[in-house]
């Protein structure tokens, strides 16, 4: 069964600095692509980066581009969101989420049938 457990997230101040994991298991973690996506109180869910799996190919909003860093660890089953300037504005519950495919412009629009529980962000002073 596959599953996915985000960690990582923390209360921090405007500029600081955060990094999320999403540990995956029961699936072939090197076919898969790992997304981030957050959602805001009072707000929809948006798609943040994502990676494929087999090769390391990427892609960000437009809004963490140069900000956030998504990288994995094959070895770990483990995929990783580098947060860095971040703002008030960052502040969600942070969610990773796996599908088949391709890791590109529109990976915020494609079915994703698995997810994480979420982990909270707060970007605040």
């Known amino acids: 069964q596959e599953q996915l457990v985000e960690s990582g997230g923390d209360l921090v101040q405007p500029g600081g600095s955060l990094r999320l994991s999403c540990a995956t298991a029961g699936f072939a973690f090197e076919t898969y692509v790992i997304s981030w996506f957050r959602q805001a109180p009072g707000k929809e869910r948006e798609g943040v980066s994502c990676?494929?799996?087999?090769?390391?190919?990427?892609y960000y909003e437009d809004s963490v581009q140069g900000r956030f860093t998504i990288s994995r660890d094959i070895a770990k089953n483990t995929v990783y969101l580098d947060m860095n300037s971040l703002k008030p504005e960052d502040t969600a519950i942070y969610y990773c989420?796996?599908?088949?495919?391709?890791?590109?412009?529109?990976?915020?629009?494609?079915?994703?049938?698995?997810w994480g529980q979420g982990t909270q962000v707060t970007v605040s002073s």
């Open positions: 989420a796996t599908r088949r495919g391709v890791c590109d412009y529109y990976f915020w629009k494609y079915d994703y049938p698995v």
């Open positions: 990676i494929k799996s087999a090769d390391g190919a990427a």
